[in-house]
């Protein structure tokens, strides 16, 4: 009986991996696979010297560019277009402001010399004085109606099919799946549960300054115009500090944003992953690296390189990048 | 056979019900009791109106007088004074530096007059070129041998027997147990997980400004001499919308520094659990409330009799404060 018993745990045991990599069906046969399933039965499995308590299986995901698309713009921006002509006309002050006029005039090269920081600001002061019920409201509204330019579909359908079956299959396998994005946290948290099955404490963001109040009697949170915290580049590991506190053992990002968060997973005692999704899929999503304006992949790709880290091709290595597409 | 296992799982809820409220042995039989008992019922049947998804069952708790104890002096400022003793000499700066001074005689009315902000600055400058986890091992080191000046016990002995069944309890019942706290963020996650069972991405707290370096090759955040964020008083939610992203649904404070964090738990839809534990036990551990310099309640109290928030008697309601005590 004993023996028996033996048997069925590692049937069972067998059958649940078996279950899961079945559901990587979006990704093709290949390194990057392979070395991503490899390191997740390394940290699972209890008899290897890479084993992690599932308490300590952190993985961290950047946002743009690694779960859903960022061309031709960041989503946010034209989310933020919109806000800001609505109320353009109560800031005269902004006809002067190179952030204000590269969003408008949709100068991408302008955009990308100013950097996020005056972005964040912009929208920060647009958006002062509603409370963050307000505020998660509007973003909701506007995601039910606006429409990617080139797929005419809304942006939660740009979410990759691959990166989602990897983020359920890495939670199967006891770890916490974590966003670390530059972008604010509000514009995520409105959707990533229904779209990713991460819930809003574990996004780690951009945050703008919020005050408690007592408004009419009722405590709410009312925006401030300013940004307390920028969530990009070196900021990304202070983020997950901040929120987490425990150095994440996988990484996964797409830009040298995204560099720093990557080095810092990357580093520390047993067996570590960090990811790269290279964008060299013209025909199905979009193709840039080293040049874009928009998520630059530059230094990290060569840190890639001499680190040995795991760089999928999304040309290669996915059979399909979006879920209402055909497998191939 | 359909009769019977309906029978079945009739039993097998009430069981899970009965043992659970089996686990809140050191509380009293009484209002407070049968208040938290109600609402975590109310909230976890999902035939009442008051029924709220698990993923929603968020609940906040001060740590310092809510959780352990926080006299003659928050404990974290004992390990202040130890840390800043050892780096003094380094900064002559601070002999008229009035936190510094009041931290050094131990001068309680002082310390009060002074405010969290410029202790927290002190710490912070105390601190400052450690890197993150060079901070966290002198904080666990200094707990293994620092000793309590009345009970003569480990501080880590201090906590309440009676909230730690209580964060059982209510995790049994599908919440997440958030910890919300005016103190350092570190010095509570060396120890809340092994103490509460509360892991340290549910740790909000104050934090110092931190950044990211390459030390030597090696990616690490070093602590800077500033302060990012105070987690007290109307910081405290705040630090919950940051971290958490939604409004919680039970809160548990016991000094006006809890008061915005119990006012935005308290109000919403459905119902909610504002509780306030109050000192009044000078045997077992102390008593205090509107006069004390450390721990005041005051405002809150009035606030908690005006909205019938439920007050615990340390006194009355708890058959033992501490773990190593005998029931009565």
């Known amino acids: 009986m004993t023996a028996r018993l033996v048997v069925g745990l590692v049937l069972v045991s067998v059958g649940v991996t078996a279950t899961a990599e079945a559901n990587l069906a979006s990704w093709q046969e290949g390194p990057a696979k392979a070395a991503i399933v490899q390191f997740v039965r390394d ?18 995901f950047d946002n743009d560019g690694t779960l859903w698309s ?24 902004w006809k002067n402001n190179p952030a204000y006029e590269a969003l408008i005039s949709r100068d991408e090269a302008q955009l990308a010399r100013v950097g996020m920081k005056p972005v964040l600001e912009l929208l ?37 099919q691959p990166m989602q079956e990897l983020l359920a299959y890495m939670r199967e396998h006891g770890f916490q799946t974590w966003i ?17 099955g991460i819930p809003p404490q574990q996004v780690i963001g951009s945050i703008a300054e919020t005050k408690f109040e007592l408004r009419g009697g009722e405590p709410v949170l009312v925006r401030e115009p300013s940004v307390a915290f920028v969530d990009d580049g070196p900021g990304k590991p202070v983020g997950i500090y901040r ?14 944003g995204d560099l720093q968060m990557l080095q810092y997973a990357a580093v520390g005692e047993g067996t570590r992953l960090a990811v790269i999704v290279h964008h060299d899929d013209m025909e199905r999503e979009y193709a840039y690296d080293r040049e874009s304006r928009i998520g630059r992949l530059d230094k990290a790709l060569d840190e890639a390189k001499a680190r040995k880290w795991v760089v999928v091709s999304m040309k290669d ?10 497998l191939r």
């Open 124 to 160: 920060a002061v647009a958006n002062a004085g509603l409370t963050t019920e307000e505020y998660g409201a509007s973003i909701r509204t506007w995601l039910k109606s606006a429409v990617h330019p080139r797929f005419r579909r809304p942006y939660t359908d740009l979410v990759y």
């Open 43 to 60: 940290v699972t499995d209890e008899k290897s010297k890479f084993f992690v308590p599932a308490a300590e299986r952190i993985a961290v």
């Open 243 to 256: 929120a987490i506190g425990r150095r994440p053992i996988a990484a996964f990002g797409n830009s040298d």
């Open 180 to 196: 670390v994005s530059g972008g604010g946290i509000e514009f995520m948290r409105a959707w990533t549960e229904a779209a990713y």
């Open 317 to 326: 290595d996915w059979k399909r990048v979006y879920r209402w597409e055909n």
């Open 70 to 93: 960022e061309q031709p713009v960041y989503f946010q921006a034209a989310f933020m277009l919109d806000r800001l002509r609505a109320v353009a006309a109560e800031h005269p002050e």
